[in-house]
């Protein structure tokens, strides 16, 4: 498998141990973006938010700085980074203040208006094999 095909894939959904690595690089190398992405969100205090493709969750821990509300919620669907999340910020998670859930976009394991804002961020990767 060519080198960027294989990125891509990990990106998609980290696996095994090569995604484990991915988890750490992702935490850094997106941080800027995301950063742009809760600028635009606009957060009140007051607001729920969820984050669909959470990955290592450091987002959604800023989240949780800047909405006193919550508990906001990630969702992603790779068995590898629901327990490095579920690890990292399991502080914040007994706090009542993120719950991680492992789980698809096409099926989201929530009600209807149970969030006020939701972002995605390097979640969808089209077209790969
Ligand atoms: C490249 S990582 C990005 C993580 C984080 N959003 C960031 O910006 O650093 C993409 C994450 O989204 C998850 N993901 C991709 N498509 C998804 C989908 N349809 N539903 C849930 N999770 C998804 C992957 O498992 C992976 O952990």
Known sequence: MRKPLLIA?????PTGLLGKLVAHVMATQTAAENDIVLG???LDPADCVL??????????A???????RGPHCGVDFSPVMHRHVSRRHRNLAREG???FHLGGSERLPYPDRTF???YAVHTVYAGLP
């Not at 894939?9 to 959904?13: L, P, T, V």
């Not at 800023?62 to 006193?68: R, T, Y």
């Open 9 to 13: 894939k990990q990106g998609r959904c």
């Open 40 to 42: 635009l969100l606009h």
């Open 51 to 60: 984050e669909i493709g959470s990955g290592h969750g450091n987002t959604l």
């Open 62 to 68: 800023k989240v949780a700085g800047l909405a006193s």
């Open 97 to 99: 203040r993120l719950a």
């Open 116 to 118: 006020d804002k939701a």
